[in-house]
């Protein structure tokens, strides 16, 4: 493809996850030029917003201006997504009851709260359940969880569930800032296996405790449906995990190596906030959070990408002078990734979009600061 035709396409992958705001006018245009869509194609289901595209085209009245087989490819996914969001309901309504007398804090994080209270059903979907907790409170979590059934360990779809060695254990709390997952076999049609992320750190190392108990104070409870419900982190707070997350995978090493660093859906989880909760007032409670955190760097690195993806959200009131007040004065760290084990730290020339849709970051990265042997 040449350089004007890749820019167009990534535009239209964009494009194509505005579910809140889709230019109409916009994406005519885009649909009506000699794009290479099967690459778009690709890059939708890579970036894990497949179901968006089908849903926006569907809502912009675009649907039938594409070719057949990408439009079935598309409606494939959101249909499976749908059945995927209703699976996960009843996951979470058996995670409900299973915390609700627990003595300690605690707040779910990512697609438990986007996919039921965020996105319109079959968009945003989850391969598992991610809790937020102090890490005091993780052993008590743990006896929570194994008193009903679950282990900690690793599955692949048809084979059994294969239990964790204390390396693996002690190195994902290291290095992590997480716990291996907890899983258990689930009765549930189309879920085979419940899967619990125990999270107690906004980055990948232990974390200051005390940004996590504060974070904790402030818990809110959403509904899931009459007589189910969850805790889940306030409004400012939600976005800065979201954002510190996003930024923990982009910048370690093992995340790029795993191609599991980057992906459309994560800036397309702050994109919705914004635009959900996003006005002047909010946008200085937000920078007043993310300076208490002190978690300045992350919150610019994800906020800053998730403004390339949705330039709209430039028009919000407030939004530009928050990413300005968090946005530190050396920007390097925008294109470092670090090895924790060792403190190598690697670098990148690509600008942002070539970064975001490149297949293959890892084989692009270049050593800048040699780290200490352990």
Same mark, same amino acid.
């Given at each position: 493809?040449?350089?004007?035709?890749?820019?167009?396409?990534?535009?239209?992958?964009?494009?194509?996850?505005?579910?809140?705001?889709?230019?109409?006018?916009?994406?005519?245009?885009?649909?009506?030029?000699?794009?290479?869509?099967?690459?778009?194609?690709?890059?939708?289901?890579?970036?894990?917003?497949?179901?968006?595209?089908?849903?926006?085209?569907?809502?912009?009245?675009?649907?039938?201006?594409?070719?057949?087989?990408?439009?079935?490819?598309?409606?494939?996914?959101?249909?499976?997504?749908?059945?995927?969001?209703?699976?996960?309901?009843?996951?979470?309504?058996?995670?409900?009851?299973?915390?609700?007398?627990?003595?300690?804090?605690?707040?779910?994080?990512?697609?438990?709260?986007?996919?039921?209270?965020?996105?319109?059903?079959?968009?945003?979907?989850?391969?598992?359940?991610?809790?937020?907790?102090?890490?005091?409170?993780?052993?008590?979590?743990?006896?929570?969880?194994?008193?009903?059934?679950?282990?900690?360990?690793?599955?692949?779809?048809?084979?059994?569930?294969?239990?964790?060695?204390?390396?693996?254990? %002690? &190195?994902?709390?290291?290095?992590? +800032?997480?716990?291996?997952? !907890?899983? #258990?076999?689930? $009765?549930?049609?189309?879920?085979?296996?419940?899967?619990?992320?125990?999270?107690?750190?906004?980055?990948?190392?232990?974390?200051?405790?005390?940004?996590?108990?504060?974070?904790?104070?402030?818990?809110?409870?959403?509904?899931?449906?009459?007589?189910?419900?969850?805790?889940?982190?306030?409004?400012?707070?939600?976005?800065?995990?979201?954002?510190?997350?996003?930024?923990?995978?982009?910048?370690?090493?093992?995340?790029?190596?795993?191609?599991?660093?980057?992906?459309?859906?994560?800036?397309?989880?702050?994109?919705?906030?914004?635009?959900?909760?996003?006005?002047?007032?909010?946008?200085?409670?937000?920078?007043?959070?993310?300076?208490?955190?002190?978690?300045?760097?992350?919150?610019?690195?994800?906020?800053?990408?998730? %403004? &390339?993806?949705?330039?709209?959200? +430039?028009?919000?009131?407030? !939004?530009? #002078?928050?990413? $300005?007040?968090?946005?530190?004065?050396?920007?390097?760290?925008?294109?470092?990734?670090?090895?924790?084990?060792?403190?190598?730290?690697?670098?990148?020339?690509?600008?942002?979009?070539?970064?975001?849709?490149?297949?293959?970051?890892?084989?692009?990265?270049?050593?800048?600061?040699?780290?200490?042997?352990?």
């Amino acid at each position: 493809m040449n350089d004007s035709s890749k820019v167009l396409e990534q535009k239209l992958v964009l494009e194509l996850t505005r579910f809140l705001d889709y230019d109409s006018e916009y994406l005519n245009f885009l649909l009506s030029e000699p794009l290479d869509m099967p690459w778009v194609l690709g890059q939708l289901c890579w970036n894990r917003v497949a179901g968006i595209a089908y849903y926006v085209l569907k809502e912009s009245g675009n649907l039938y201006r594409v070719n057949r087989d990408f439009r079935f490819s598309l409606e494939s996914i959101y249909e499976s997504g749908c059945k995927k969001n209703s699976s996960n309901m009843q996951a979470l309504c058996y995670l409900s009851e299973l915390f609700s007398d627990v003595d300690f804090s605690y707040a779910m994080l990512k697609g438990s709260f986007l996919s039921s209270a965020v996105y319109p059903e079959g968009l945003r979907t989850s391969n598992d359940f991610d809790l937020l907790m102090s890490l005091s409170d993780v052993s008590s979590c743990e006896k929570i969880l194994k008193k009903a059934g679950f282990i900690q360990g690793y599955y692949r779809p048809g084979q059994e569930l294969v239990p964790a060695d204390r390396k693996q254990i %002690l &190195e994902s709390r290291l290095n992590r +800032g997480e716990t291996v997952p !907890f899983l #258990k076999k689930s $009765d549930i049609d189309g879920l085979n296996i419940i899967e619990i992320d125990l999270n107690f750190s906004l980055d990948f190392k232990t974390g200051d405790e005390n940004q996590i108990t504060d974070m904790l104070k402030n818990v809110i409870s959403f509904s899931l449906k009459e007589g189910c419900s969850l805790l889940t982190l306030s409004e400012e707070d939600f976005i800065i995990q979201l954002c510190t997350h996003l930024y923990k995978e982009a910048s370690v090493f093992f995340w790029v190596k795993q191609k599991r660093d980057l992906a459309i859906y994560k800036f397309c989880d702050i994109y919705a906030l914004l635009l959900k909760w996003g006005e002047k007032s909010f946008f200085q409670k937000l920078a007043d959070r993310i300076e208490c955190f002190n978690v300045q760097k992350e919150c610019c690195y994800a906020l800053a990408g998730t %403004l &390339e993806c949705y330039s709209s959200l +430039g028009k919000l009131d407030g !939004f530009q #002078k928050l990413l $300005d007040e968090i946005t530190p004065k050396d920007t390097s760290f925008l294109k470092e990734i670090i090895l924790p084990k060792t403190g190598e730290i690697y670098t990148y020339n690509q600008s942002f979009f070539d970064w975001l849709f490149l297949s293959d970051r890892f084989s692009n990265l270049q050593l800048k600061t040699k780290g200490v042997s352990i």
